[in-house]
């Protein structure tokens, strides 16, 4: 069974900061499925990066994700307020969607 | 812009079929490959319950397989879900979304309580 692991569970940073956030594969994952979800509270996902390091449109250039293999890295290089909201990773293969956990990151 | 909107009975009983449908406006629903259901437990994180072409074709969670039927109708430009024999454990926020190598465009959701 294929699992991704986030980590941590939850980021207590002050607005300004850089923030990293991991998704680990329990196997060797392509990164051109490779995704990253926003999720802010009381409203769906939204698209933020696909095949692990590209934008989706009208995200700005703060976020940023990279990776290969099994581990993959979202960055927001200085939190913005509304940036304080859970992540998620998410993995296509072998026919079936895969998330993440999560990772809450909430205003310190 | 493409928009999808969830819609469906808010309250359903122990051991009962759960249904819902997405309907597209913006675009066609033939106009991209896949089309998934995700759900969401309160709290909780993401779960994929699976995906349909607009061909009929799908993939399904294989936690879920046994109970999802998922339909696609073109003439109305929608999809739909059927969850059988459904639980407390099925209580969750139900989003449509549309599939291109990513979910790049999801309802707002659904909040569907299982309860008698």
């Known amino acids: 069974e294929f699992v991704l692991t986030q980590s941590p569970g939850t980021l207590s940073l002050s607005p300004g900061e850089r923030a990293t956030l991991s998704c680990r594969a329990s196997q060797s994952a392509s990164s051109s499925n490779l995704v990253w979800y926003q999720q802010r509270p009381g409203q769906a996902p939204r698209l933020l990066i696909y095949?692990?390091?590209s934008r989706a449109t009208g995200i700005p250039d703060r976020f940023s994700g990279s990776g290969s293999g099994t581990d993959f890295t979202l960055t927001i290089s200085r939190l913005e307020p509304e940036d304080f909201a859970v992540y998620y990773c998410?993995?296509?293969?072998?026919?079936?969607?895969?998330f993440g956990q999560g990772t809450k990151v909430e205003i310190k | 812009q493409v928009q999808l909107q969830e819609s469906g009975p808010g309250l359903v009983k122990p051991s009962g079929t759960l249904s819902l449908t997405c309907a597209v406006s913006g675009g066609s629903i033939s106009s991209s490959n896949w089309w998934s259901w995700v759900r969401q437990p309160p709290g909780k994180g993401l779960e994929w319950i699976g995906e349909i072409s607009h061909s009929g074709s799908t993939n399904y969670n294989p936690s879920l397989e046994s109970r999802v039927t998922m339909s696609v109708d073109k003439s109305k430009n929608q999809f739909s879900l059927k969850l059988t024999s459904v639980t407390a454990a099925d209580t969750a926020v139900y989003y449509c979304a549309r599939a291109n190598l990513n979910l790049d465009c999801w309802g707002q959701g659904t909040l569907v309580t299982v309860s008698s």
């Open positions: 095949g692990a390091s």
């Open positions: 998410q993995q296509y293969g072998d026919s079936r969607w895969t």
